[in-house]
């Protein structure tokens, strides 16, 4: 999620305050220092894309963190 609001316009330090994380956290996962114990599979890449932009345009954090509840979900299935 954090490479894909990143690559969506977002800055490191957005992504970082829209996920409740470091920016450092969000740079480690753009240089793939971090998050790549697994290969998403399609579904969930389309996903991801589709739940960026929406995060983007959400300026309520529920909205974020119910999107970003529902990448996990799919994510462990």
């Known amino acids: 999620m954090a490479r894909e609001l990143v690559r969506n316009g977002m800055s490191q330090n957005e ?3 829209k ?3 470091t920016p450092a956290a969000v740079s480690q996962y ?3 220092k971090r998050g790549q114990e697994s290969k ?3 579904q969930y ?3 991801i894309e589709k739940a960026a932009k ?3 345009d959400s300026s309520k ?3 974020t963190e119910k999107i970003i509840c529902k990448c996990c979900e799919v994510c462990r299935k």
């Open 15 to 17: 992504a970082a305050e």
């Open 19 to 21: 996920l409740g994380i």
């Open 30 to 32: 753009i240089h793939k």
């Open 40 to 42: 998403p599979s399609g």
């Open 45 to 47: 890449k389309k996903l």
């Open 54 to 56: 929406e995060v983007i």
């Open 61 to 63: 954090s529920g909205r």
